[in-house]
């Protein structure tokens, strides 16, 4: 059995967007996952305790794509920030918009996992701020929380990925124009 991080998390977190977090069972996580319900149980004690695996490997791989994304000195400024903020994000509109236990399951993730979950925006917004502490000093603070803002709602609101992604490239570009930043760079 491999162990619990090598389990297929983003099936849990298909399953859990499939039934909501109250209907999934470990039967429906196990099989999922390609194991046997006693080998999930090998790993996981509940179901409570593969929640709490998905939803902070979704934050700590979430940041970690931010992070490498961020990273690309070879791309411009304005693509690196929306490769990062989608894969903060982005990458979870089309999902949340098929399902509809999704409010459940924010609700369930953000009642279990608030300090983890500030912990990981903080790391985004960290991102964000040393780009336009450079970019745009005495205004970094201002504009990393409007696009972190930028990206939540569009989360919310978006239709699909797509959407969310056009609507942070508008986001991104006023915020480059205000720092006077160059979004070619």
Same mark, same amino acid.
């Given at each position: 059995m491999p162990p619990k991080r090598d389990l297929d998390l983003d099936a849990a977190l298909d399953t859990f967007f499939l039934y909501g977090y109250r209907k999934a069972s470990m039967d429906d996580l196990a099989r999922a996952a390609g194991v046997s319900r006693q080998g999930l149980y090998n790993h996981f004690s509940s179901k409570a305790e593969v929640f709490r695996a998905t939803v902070l490997n979704i934050y700590e791989t979430s940041v970690a794509e931010a992070e490498a994304a961020m990273a690309d000195e070879a791309s411009p400024v304005a693509d690196r920030l929306l490769r990062a903020f989608d894969a903060w994000d982005g990458q979870y509109v089309d999902r949340m918009? &098929?399902? @509809?236990?999704?409010?459940? =399951? %924010?609700?369930?993730? &953000?009642?279990? %996992? %608030?300090?983890?979950?500030? +912990?990981?925006?903080?790391?985004?917004?960290? *991102? &964000? =701020?040393a780009t336009f502490a450079? *970019?745009? @000093?005495?205004?970094?603070? /201002?504009?990393? /929380?409007? =696009? &972190?803002?930028?990206?939540?709602? *569009? =989360?919310?609101?978006? /239709?699909?990925?797509?959407?969310?992604? +056009?609507?942070?490239?508008?986001?991104?570009r006023v915020a480059l124009a205000t720092g006077k930043g160059d979004a070619a760079e």
């Open positions: 918009r &098929v399902s @509809p236990h999704t409010h459940e =399951l %924010f609700d369930q993730a &953000v009642a279990d %996992f %608030f300090d983890e979950y500030q +912990k990981a925006e903080g790391r985004i917004r960290s *991102l &964000v =701020l450079a *970019l745009s @000093p005495g205004l970094e603070n /201002e504009i990393a /929380e409007t =696009l &972190v803002a930028a990206s939540t709602g *569009l =989360l919310h609101i978006a /239709e699909d990925r797509a959407g969310y992604c +056009k609507g942070m490239e508008g986001a991104i």
